[in-house]
C-alpha cells in the first residue's frame, strides 16, 4: 500500500525557515517523480515544485522560486521542501504525491500546515 | 502560464442526476489533462488522467473527454459521496496548473 506521510508543519514569523518532509513507503520511490502542491485555507490547489526521480531536475513555481528547495534522499525513501524566506501568502496545507503517467498525481500525503504570521 | 478555468463554480445536483464539469486551457495541453475530487479535510483523489483515462478503483459513472482546450467531467448518476470539489489539472506545460474548482453540491 502505498502511504505518504508530511511532517515539518508549524507556525513560523515572516522571514524564517521551514523544511517539510515526506515519508514515502509502498512502492519504488527512486523511480518516480514527486511533487509538493499547496492549499491556502479555504482557496485551490496551487502546485509549488518537482523533482524527478534521480533528484537531478527540478521545477518550480514563480511564486517560490529562489526561496524554496526541493530535495529528495532515496536512501531514505523521503522527499523534502526547504522553505526560506517565507511570507504570510505561504501559509497553506502543502502536500506531497506521487507522480503518474507524466505529471499527474495518483497519490497524496494527508498534507502538512504551514502558518506565516507574527 | 497556463491558465485553467473551470465552470461552473458551484453547480448544484439532486441526487441520481447527472453532473456536467467544464474545464478550459488558455491554450493547448494536448490530452494531458487530469481531474481530482476533494472532500473537506481530506487531500485529492485522482478520478481521472489523459483527460479520458479513469484512475485505479474509480467508478464508471465518471468519465472525462475532450483535448486541446477544452474538456469535460461528467458523473452520470450522482452518488451522495460525490458532493465534493473537484478540480482540473494540466500537465502539459510548466509550470503545472490547476483550475480554481467546481464545488458540486446537493440540490
Known amino acids: 500500500e502505498v502511504q505518504l506521510l508530511e511532517s515539518g508543519g508549524d507556525l513560523v514569523q515572516p522571514g524564517g525557515s521551514l523544511r517539510l518532509s515526506c515519508a514515502a513507503s509502498g512502492f519504488t520511490f527512486s523511480n518516480y517523480a514527486m511533487s509538493w502542491v499547496r492549499q491556502a485555507p479555504g482557496k485551490g490547489l496551487e502546485w509549488v515544485s518537482i523533482i524527478s526521480g534521480s533528484g537531478a531536475i527540478t521545477y518550480y513555481a514563480d511564486s517560490v522560486k529562489g526561496r524554496f528547495t526541493i530535495s529528495r534522499d532515496n536512501s531514505k525513501n523521503t522527499l523534502y521542501l526547504q522553505m526560506n524566506s517565507l511570507r504570510a501568502d505561504d501559509t497553506a496545507v502543502y502536500y506531497c504525491?506521487?507522480?503518474?503517467?507524466?505529471?499527474?498525481?495518483?497519490?497524496w500525503g494527508q498534507g502538512t500546515l504551514v502558518t506565516v504570521s507574527s | 502560464e497556463i491558465v485553467m478555468t473551470q465552470s461552473p463554480a458551484t453547480l448544484s445536483v439532486s441526487p441520481g442526476e447527472r453532473a456536467t464539469l467544464y474545464c478550459r486551457a488558455s491554450q493547448s495541453v494536448s490530452s494531458n489533462l487530469a481531474w481530482y475530487q476533494q472532500k473537506p479535510g481530506q487531500a485529492p483523489r485522482l478520478l481521472i488522467y489523459g483527460a479520458s483515462t479513469r484512475a485505479t478503483g474509480i467508478p464508471a459513472r465518471f468519465s472525462g473527454s475532450g483535448s486541446g482546450t477544452e474538456f469535460t467531467l461528467t458523473i452520470s448518476s450522482l452518488q451522495s459521496e460525490d458532493f465534493a470539489v473537484y478540480y482540473c489539472?494540466?500537465?502539459?506545460?510548466?509550470?503545472?496548473?490547476f483550475g480554481g474548482g467546481t464545488k458540486v453540491e446537493i440540490k
Open positions: 489539472q494540466q500537465y502539459n506545460n510548466w509550470p503545472l496548473t
Open positions: 504525491a506521487k507522480s503518474h503517467s507524466g505529471y499527474s498525481f495518483d497519490y
